[in-house]
C-alpha cells in the first residue's frame, strides 16, 4: 500500500456559461511520503482538480482511488467521513470558524470523527498547536489571531485526525516571504518526521521547485510530472 | 452513519451566544406568541367556563313538570263518522289538568335508585302576592327541599345573607328576593306578609336574601321550605309542580328525558334542548382565541425562518469549511435546526412562564358585578393542557420555521464558496 492517492482518467466539464472540458484525462499518483506539488497558470484546471481529488467536487468521469479503495461513486455521507477521517485539507484564505477559539477550530474534526475522548483530543490538539509553535494561542479567538498565524492554526486543524494526505490549495498565496517560509518548512518537517502525504497546488515558483515532484499542468491536461 | 449531537449541538450554541441580538429578537417573537396565546386562552375559556357554570348549575339536567297544552286528539278526531272530513276547531283550550305532577312521589322515588341520577329536588312553583301595607306585589314563592337543592346546584352561591341551613330549621322561614327586600326595606329577622292567589294571608320570617343577578327574578321570586309552601296552598304533602334531576354525566340527559316523558307521561326538557345556543358561543369564543394565537404564532415563526435565513447568509464560509473538513449536509442542516428549536425551546418557555404571569395578575384584578355575587375576580382557566399545546406548538412553528433555511445550508456547495465563484 505504497500509493495514497490515485487518478485514473479523469474528465471534467463545465456546463455553465458554455460547455468547457476543463480536465483532459488526467492519471497520476501520490505515493506515501511524497511531497508533491501542482504548477500551472490560473485556468490551467489545477484547483479543480484539487477539489476532485479532496472529494468535495463529485461531478467528474473517471476513477479516484485513496489508500487503494475506489471513492468515486460513494454517497455524500461516506465522503464526508473520508474527509473528516483521511484527508487534511488548507486554503489559500485560513478560513477557520472566526467565533471559535483556536483550539475549539483545531478540535472540531476530531469531535465529529468522534472517536478519542474529549480529554484526549483536547490533549491532541494541544500537541499540534505547540508542535507548531503557537501553542500560546490556544484560548484565544481565531479572529483575533494574525494571518500567518491563522494559517498555522489551519494546518493543525488539517491535521488532528493524523490523515493519510494533507492537501493544499495556495496554501502560502496569501501571506508574506517569511511566514510563506515558515509554513514550507511545517510541510517539510511533516513529511520528513511523521512521513505524511502532501499534495500542494501554487502559483509559487520557488515553494514548488522545494518539493519532491511537480506536476505541471496547462489546459486541462498534465505537460510534465 | 452516527450523528455527532454533541459538536452539532455545541457548534449550534456558539452560534446563538454570539448572534445574541438575533436570538433575542427570535425567541422574544416566540414568548409574545406563546404568552398571548396562554393569557388569551386562559381568559377566554375562564370566562366561558364562568358562563357555562352560570347557566349549567343554575339549570337542572332534567326538568319534569306539567305543561298546560291542548289535547292532541281533540273529540272530533276520536268520532269515525268524521274520519275522511277536514275538521276545523276554533278557539281551542288547554286541556283541564292539575298543575302537580301526578305520581310526583313515585317518581322522585324512582328517579333516586336509579345509578345515572346524582339527584332529584322536588319544587312548588306558587303564584303569590308579598304585601306591604296596602301595597300588593305579585311574585312567585318556590318551595324547595333546600339542602338537597344546595347539593345539586349552585343556589347557595346566591344566598347573600342568611344559609340554606337557617331555612331548613326555620318552619316559617323565607329566603327573599333581594329585590323585594329593597322595594319594602325588609331586613333579616323581618316578617313579611304573603297572600295566596285564593286571598288567605301569612306571616312569613325571612331568614336570608337570595340574588340570583338578574333583576327580573330578584324582583318577583323567594324560596320557602318545600312543606311550608304545601300549607299555604291547604295542598297534601305528595303536591309537586316540578323535579328537577341532575345526572352525574350531562350527556345522556336528552336521552333520559326522552325515557321520563314516556315512561311517565310528564314534560321532561333536558338542559340542551334549554341552552342549544349557549355551545354556539362558548365555540365562537374559543375559535377566535385560537385563531388569534395562531396568527401570532405564525408571525413569529416568519421572524425566526427571516433570522436564520439571514445567519445562513452569513455563515457561508463557515458552512463550507465543516463541510470541507468532514461534516455532512445533514450535519449542517442539523446545526441550524437545532439552533430554531432551542430558540423555540427557551422563547416558548419564557412565553409560558410570562403568560402565566399574565394570568395570574389578570386573576387578581377585581372584577364585580351585581350579576355575578359569587365572582370577585376575573376568572382564569389555569388548565395545564394549554401549556403542553403552547409549547408545542412553539416547537413546532420554530422547526417549519428552521426547516427551509437549514435545507439550503444543507445543499451549500462548499467548492463553490471556497473558490469564490
Same mark, same amino acid.
Given at each position: 500500500m505504497n500509493i495514497v492517492l490515485k487518478a485514473e482518467n479523469i474528465n471534467k466539464h463545465f456546463r455553465k456559461p458554455v460547455l468547457f472540458h476543463v480536465l483532459k484525462d488526467i492519471s497520476f499518483e501520490v505515493k506515501r511520503g511524497e511531497f508533491a506539488s501542482i504548477m500551472g497558470k490560473s485556468g490551467s484546471g489545477k484547483s479543480t482538480l484539487l477539489y476532485i481529488l479532496s472529494t468535495m467536487d463529485t461531478d467528474y468521469e473517471g476513477k479516484l482511488f485513496l489508500n487503494d479503495e475506489l471513492v468515486t461513486g460513494k454517497t455524500r455521507q461516506e465522503l464526508s467521513r473520508i474527509r473528516n477521517e483521511h484527508i487534511g485539507f488548507v486554503f489559500q484564505f485560513h478560513y477557520l470558524l472566526s467565533e471559535f477559539s483556536v483550539i475549539e477550530n483545531v478540535m472540531l474534526p476530531a469531535k465529529k470523527l468522534a472517536k478519542k475522548s474529549h480529554a484526549l483530543i483536547e490533549q491532541d490538539a494541544m500537541q499540534k498547536l505547540e508542535m507548531l509553535n503557537i501553542g500560546h494561542l490556544a484560548k484565544k479567538r481565531a479572529s483575533r489571531i494574525s494571518g500567518g498565524e491563522k494559517q498555522r492554526v489551519a494546518i493543525a486543524r488539517a491535521l488532528i485526525n493524523d490523515p493519510a494526505i494533507l492537501m493544499g490549495d495556495e496554501p502560502t498565496g496569501n501571506l508574506d516571504s517569511y511566514n510563506s517560509e515558515n509554513v514550507f518548512q511545517i510541510f517539510k518537517r511533516l513529511k520528513e518526521e511523521q512521513g505524511l502525504s502532501l499534495l500542494v497546488v501554487t502559483h509559487d515558483h520557488d515553494f514548488a521547485l522545494r518539493t519532491d515532484r511537480i506536476i505541471e499542468m496547462e489546459d486541462g491536461k498534465i505537460i510534465k510530472q | 452513519?452516527?450523528?455527532?449531537?454533541?459538536?452539532?449541538?455545541?457548534? /449550534?450554541?456558539?452560534?446563538?451566544?454570539?448572534?445574541?441580538?438575533?436570538?433575542?429578537?427570535?425567541?422574544?417573537?416566540?414568548?409574545?406568541?406563546?404568552?398571548?396565546? $396562554?393569557? !388569551?386562552?386562559?381568559?377566554?375559556? @375562564?370566562?366561558?367556563?364562568? !358562563?357555562?357554570?352560570?347557566?349549567?348549575?343554575?339549570?337542572? *339536567?332534567? *326538568?319534569? #313538570?306539567?305543561? $298546560?297544552?291542548?289535547?292532541?286528539?281533540?273529540?272530533?278526531?276520536?268520532?269515525?263518522?268524521?274520519?275522511?272530513?277536514?275538521?276545523?276547531? *276554533?278557539?281551542?283550550?288547554?286541556?283541564?289538568?292539575?298543575?302537580?305532577?301526578?305520581?310526583?312521589?313515585?317518581?322522585?322515588?324512582?328517579?333516586?335508585?336509579?345509578?345515572?341520577?346524582?339527584?332529584?329536588?322536588?319544587?312548588?312553583?306558587?303564584?303569590?302576592?308579598?304585601?306591604?301595607?296596602?301595597?300588593?306585589?305579585?311574585?312567585?314563592?318556590?318551595?324547595?327541599?333546600?339542602?338537597?337543592?344546595?347539593?345539586?346546584?349552585?343556589?347557595?352561591?346566591?344566598?347573600?345573607?342568611?344559609?340554606?341551613?337557617?331555612?331548613?330549621?326555620?318552619?316559617? @322561614?323565607?329566603?327573599?328576593?333581594?329585590?323585594? /327586600?329593597?322595594?319594602?326595606?325588609?331586613?333579616?329577622?323581618?316578617?313579611?306578609? $304573603?297572600?295566596?292567589? @285564593?286571598?288567605?294571608?301569612?306571616?312569613?320570617?325571612?331568614?336570608?336574601?337570595?340574588?340570583?343577578?338578574?333583576?327580573?327574578?330578584?324582583? $318577583?321570586?323567594? #324560596?320557602?321550605?318545600?312543606?311550608?309552601?304545601?300549607?299555604?296552598?291547604?295542598?297534601?304533602?305528595?303536591?309537586?309542580?316540578?323535579?328537577?334531576?341532575?345526572?352525574?354525566?350531562?350527556?345522556? /340527559?336528552?336521552?333520559?328525558?326522552?325515557? !321520563?316523558?314516556?315512561?311517565?307521561?310528564?314534560?321532561?326538557?333536558?338542559?340542551?334542548?334549554?341552552?342549544?345556543?349557549?355551545?354556539?358561543?362558548?365555540?365562537?369564543?374559543?375559535?377566535?382565541?385560537? /385563531?388569534?394565537?395562531?396568527?401570532? !404564532?405564525?408571525?413569529?415563526?416568519?421572524?425566526?425562518?427571516?433570522?436564520?435565513?439571514m445567519l445562513i447568509y452569513e455563515k457561508m464560509k463557515d458552512i463550507a469549511i465543516l463541510k470541507a473538513t468532514g461534516f455532512s449536509g445533514t450535519d449542517v442542516q442539523l446545526i441550524f435546526m437545532s439552533q430554531a428549536v432551542i430558540i423555540g425551546l427557551i422563547g416558548g418557555i419564557l412565553g409560558l412562564v410570562i403568560g402565566f404571569g399574565l394570568s395570574r395578575l389578570i386573576d387578581n384584578v377585581a372584577f364585580e358585578t351585581e350579576a355575578l355575587p359569587t365572582i370577585t375576580t376575573y376568572p382564569i382557566n389555569y388548565n395545564p393542557w394549554y401549556y403542553v399545546i403552547g409549547i408545542s406548538f412553539a416547537l413546532l412553528s420554530t422547526f417549519i420555521a428552521g426547516y427551509l433555511p437549514s435545507n439550503k445550508a444543507k445543499k451549500i456547495d462548499p467548492v463553490r464558496i471556497i473558490r469564490g465563484t
Amino acid at each position: 500500500m505504497n500509493i495514497v492517492l490515485k487518478a485514473e482518467n479523469i474528465n471534467k466539464h463545465f456546463r455553465k456559461p458554455v460547455l468547457f472540458h476543463v480536465l483532459k484525462d488526467i492519471s497520476f499518483e501520490v505515493k506515501r511520503g511524497e511531497f508533491a506539488s501542482i504548477m500551472g497558470k490560473s485556468g490551467s484546471g489545477k484547483s479543480t482538480l484539487l477539489y476532485i481529488l479532496s472529494t468535495m467536487d463529485t461531478d467528474y468521469e473517471g476513477k479516484l482511488f485513496l489508500n487503494d479503495e475506489l471513492v468515486t461513486g460513494k454517497t455524500r455521507q461516506e465522503l464526508s467521513r473520508i474527509r473528516n477521517e483521511h484527508i487534511g485539507f488548507v486554503f489559500q484564505f485560513h478560513y477557520l470558524l472566526s467565533e471559535f477559539s483556536v483550539i475549539e477550530n483545531v478540535m472540531l474534526p476530531a469531535k465529529k470523527l468522534a472517536k478519542k475522548s474529549h480529554a484526549l483530543i483536547e490533549q491532541d490538539a494541544m500537541q499540534k498547536l505547540e508542535m507548531l509553535n503557537i501553542g500560546h494561542l490556544a484560548k484565544k479567538r481565531a479572529s483575533r489571531i494574525s494571518g500567518g498565524e491563522k494559517q498555522r492554526v489551519a494546518i493543525a486543524r488539517a491535521l488532528i485526525n493524523d490523515p493519510a494526505i494533507l492537501m493544499g490549495d495556495e496554501p502560502t498565496g496569501n501571506l508574506d516571504s517569511y511566514n510563506s517560509e515558515n509554513v514550507f518548512q511545517i510541510f517539510k518537517r511533516l513529511k520528513e518526521e511523521q512521513g505524511l502525504s502532501l499534495l500542494v497546488v501554487t502559483h509559487d515558483h520557488d515553494f514548488a521547485l522545494r518539493t519532491d515532484r511537480i506536476i505541471e499542468m496547462e489546459d486541462g491536461k498534465i505537460i510534465k510530472q | 452513519m452516527m450523528i455527532n449531537w454533541k459538536v452539532i449541538i455545541e457548534i /449550534a450554541k456558539t452560534h446563538l451566544i454570539t448572534k445574541m441580538k438575533s436570538t433575542t429578537t427570535a425567541a422574544l417573537g416566540v414568548t409574545f406568541g406563546i404568552g398571548a396565546y $396562554i393569557t !388569551l386562552v386562559s381568559f377566554m375559556t @375562564g370566562l366561558n367556563q364562568m !358562563l357555562d357554570d352560570l347557566i349549567l348549575n343554575q339549570t337542572p *339536567h332534567i *326538568h319534569l #313538570f306539567n305543561e $298546560i297544552e291542548p289535547s292532541d286528539k281533540q273529540p272530533v278526531d276520536l268520532y269515525t263518522d268524521f274520519e275522511d272530513a277536514i275538521n276545523l276547531v *276554533h278557539s281551542i283550550k288547554p286541556k283541564q289538568s292539575q298543575r302537580k305532577i301526578h305520581n310526583a312521589l313515585p317518581i322522585l322515588q324512582y328517579l333516586r335508585s336509579e345509578e345515572a341520577v346524582k339527584g332529584a329536588a322536588p319544587q312548588l312553583r306558587a303564584q303569590i302576592f308579598y304585601l306591604s301595607g296596602s301595597i300588593e306585589l305579585g311574585g312567585n314563592l318556590v318551595g324547595v327541599d333546600i339542602l338537597e337543592e344546595t347539593r345539586l346546584s349552585n343556589i347557595g352561591d346566591y344566598i347573600v345573607e342568611g344559609t340554606p341551613e337557617d331555612l331548613n330549621t326555620t318552619d316559617n @322561614g323565607i329566603l327573599l328576593g333581594i329585590g323585594l /327586600a329593597q322595594k319594602m326595606s325588609l331586613s333579616v329577622g323581618d316578617r313579611v306578609q $304573603i297572600s295566596t292567589v @285564593g286571598g288567605d294571608i301569612f306571616p312569613l320570617k325571612i331568614v336570608g336574601f337570595y340574588q340570583s343577578g338578574i333583576a327580573d327574578i330578584d324582583n $318577583i321570586q323567594s #324560596f320557602a321550605n318545600l312543606k311550608t309552601v304545601q300549607r299555604i296552598l291547604g295542598e297534601a304533602q305528595n303536591y309537586i309542580t316540578d323535579i328537577n334531576v341532575k345526572l352525574h354525566d350531562i350527556k345522556g /340527559a336528552t336521552a333520559m328525558a326522552q325515557q !321520563l316523558e314516556r315512561q311517565f307521561e310528564v314534560k321532561a326538557v333536558d338542559i340542551n334542548e334549554a341552552n342549544a345556543q349557549f355551545e354556539t358561543g362558548s365555540n365562537i369564543r374559543n375559535l377566535i382565541t385560537y /385563531a388569534v394565537s395562531v396568527t401570532l !404564532l405564525i408571525v413569529a415563526g416568519f421572524g425566526i425562518y427571516n433570522i436564520l435565513n439571514m445567519l445562513i447568509y452569513e455563515k457561508m464560509k463557515d458552512i463550507a469549511i465543516l463541510k470541507a473538513t468532514g461534516f455532512s449536509g445533514t450535519d449542517v442542516q442539523l446545526i441550524f435546526m437545532s439552533q430554531a428549536v432551542i430558540i423555540g425551546l427557551i422563547g416558548g418557555i419564557l412565553g409560558l412562564v410570562i403568560g402565566f404571569g399574565l394570568s395570574r395578575l389578570i386573576d387578581n384584578v377585581a372584577f364585580e358585578t351585581e350579576a355575578l355575587p359569587t365572582i370577585t375576580t376575573y376568572p382564569i382557566n389555569y388548565n395545564p393542557w394549554y401549556y403542553v399545546i403552547g409549547i408545542s406548538f412553539a416547537l413546532l412553528s420554530t422547526f417549519i420555521a428552521g426547516y427551509l433555511p437549514s435545507n439550503k445550508a444543507k445543499k451549500i456547495d462548499p467548492v463553490r464558496i471556497i473558490r469564490g465563484t
